[in-house]
């Protein structure tokens, strides 16, 4: 089983609906990223939660530490909002460092 | 004040030749971290570095892969003899100097495409 297991592995929907991407990890964090990557793009850095919920613009962050849950939400969806959201969690190793542990991502389409 | 800068963006290779990618991380950052997106998987850590040091590189292959980030100049993750199998899209990102483990906000790069051919 994956540490950081996320779903749906793909969505499609209708521009204007409310999307919600689903990240479960299972192991202790000291943060959760959102990440998102267009195709053979780089990736840009949405949110990072330690806990309760942020919001930028259209995108809506949330995380449960004590059910180990985060969800990402995008309002007035639009098909510029198509890519692969990735759920990333930051480790907590007791002192040592292993960078992010990753999502296998969901892929987003939003159609006109 | 420039992002994180990786190149070259896009690298060709012959099997059994070395590849070599290059990171600068942001103004200010010194940590530096190295990941590997292989086709339809998932990012995977390779190593962290700060300057002059391999703090973990628990993900790196035991052969043929190395980094490094000296006092001066960029990261550098080498790949010698390469295979196709290496042929992903290799991230670097940075964050700043902070504690470990606080949590801190990452950037990435563009990424390096790597095909080996």
């Known amino acids: 089983k994956n540490e950081v297991e996320q779903s749906p592995q793909n969505l499609t929907a209708q521009e204007g609906e409310f999307i919600t991407i689903n990240c479960s990890y299972s192991?202790?964090?000291?943060?959760l990223h959102w990440l998102q990557q267009h195709p053979g793009g780089g990736i840009v850095s949405l949110f990072m939660?330690?806990?309760g919920k942020k919001k930028h613009g259209r995108l809506i962050a949330t995380i449960n530490i004590q059910e180990k849950h985060s969800s990402l939400h995008i309002t007035a969806s639009h098909p510029r909002d198509s890519a692969v959201y990735i759920c990333?969690?930051?480790?907590?190793?007791?002192?040592?460092?292993?960078?992010?542990?990753f999502g296998k991502g969901t892929h987003l389409i939003i159609q006109p | 004040n420039a992002g994180v800068m990786q190149n070259p963006r896009h690298l060709v290779r012959r099997r059994g030749q070395e590849a070599r990618l290059r990171c600068s991380p942001m103004?200010?950052?010194?940590?530096v971290y190295w990941y590997r997106q292989l086709p339809e998987e998932g990012l995977k850590f390779m190593v962290y570095?700060?300057?002059?040091?391999?703090?973990?590189e628990s993900g790196m292959p035991k052969e043929r892969f190395s980094a490094e980030f000296p006092k001066e100049g960029p990261s550098i993750l080498r790949i010698q003899q390469v295979v196709r199998g290496d042929s992903a899209a290799y991230f670097c990102?940075?964050?700043?100097?902070?504690?470990?483990?606080?949590?801190?906000?990452?950037?990435f790069g563009e990424g390096s495409w790597l095909t080996v051919v």
């Open positions: 192991v202790g964090i000291s943060a």
């Open positions: 990102a940075s964050s700043p100097n902070v504690v470990v483990n606080s949590g801190n906000t990452i950037y």
């Open positions: 103004k200010g950052h010194s940590h």
């Open positions: 990333a969690v930051d480790r907590y190793s007791g002192g040592g460092a292993d960078g992010l542990t």
């Open positions: 570095l700060q300057k002059e040091n391999i703090i973990d």
């Open positions: 939660l330690s806990s």
